[in-house]
Every structure is written in structure tokens, then in C-alpha cells.
Nanobody, 118 residues
Framework: VQLQASGGGLVQAGGSLRLSCKAL????????MSWYRQASGKGRELVAT???????NYAGSVKGRFTISRDYAKNTVALEMNDLKPEDTGVYYC?????????????WGQGTLVTVSS
């Protein structure tokens, strides 16, 4: 599975951005899709996950501001980010996880940079 992320950019604090990630290839193995982010000098952190069936989970720092959604027909996952703060700055990575015939899979996109200016 290949993941193609897009939508990053520069935005002022309080603004909005929408990230999108398209999964290509053997997408039948994918069950969960997530967004992670990594700020400069810090580790990668989970931002949001959408599970098969539509249940979602968010990091506390983004809850109420970010919305993750998945389009199964298009094999895409989006992250709508509102009321952005400078601390949201970082490289955002799309992730897809799943399993098939006893094997577990974990796929990563190339990352897209989000910069929030104060």
C-alpha cells in the first residue's frame, strides 16, 4: 500500500487546513487509518485515528478542533484542522494499519508540513 498525503502549508493561528491522504494498491488489508505529527526535535505523536466502522479517536490536544474522516469508496482519509495553534506545527504523516492472513501491516505516507504562525 502506498499513501500519498497532501494539503499542508502555512497558515496563521486561528486558521484552518485540510489534509488528505490517498491509499493506493492492496487497500483491502487496511483497517485503521491515522494521522501522526512530528514537531521539530520531538517524537512522532498520534493525532487522530478512524477505525473500521467509523469510530474515531483524537489526541487530547486536538479534540474539538480536528476532525478525521474516511472515504472508503475513494480510499482516502482526511484531517480537517480548525482553530490552528502554533503548537500544531509539524510534519503530518498519514498511516494505515491492518492485517491479512495472519500478517500485520503498517504503512506510512511521505509527510506533509504544516506551519502555523503566531
Amino acid at each position: 500500500v502506498q499513501l500519498q498525503a497532501s494539503g499542508g502549508g502555512l497558515v496563521q493561528a486561528g486558521g484552518s487546513l485540510r489534509l488528505s491522504c490517498k491509499a493506493l494498491g492492496s487497500t483491502f488489508v487496511v483497517s485503521t487509518m491515522s494521522w501522526y505529527r512530528q514537531a521539530s526535535g520531538k517524537g512522532r505523536e498520534l493525532v487522530a485515528t478512524v477505525f473500521t466502522g467509523g469510530r474515531t479517536n483524537y489526541a487530547g490536544s486536538v479534540k474539538g478542533r480536528f476532525t478525521i474522516s474516511r472515504d472508503y469508496a475513494k480510499n482516502t482519509v482526511a484531517l480537517e484542522m480548525n482553530d490552528l495553534k502554533p503548537e500544531d506545527t509539524g510534519v503530518y504523516y498519514c498511516n494505515a494499519g491492518g492485517g491479512f492472513r495472519g500478517s500485520m501491516y503498517d504503512f506510512w505516507g511521505q509527510g506533509t508540513l504544516v506551519t502555523v504562525s503566531s
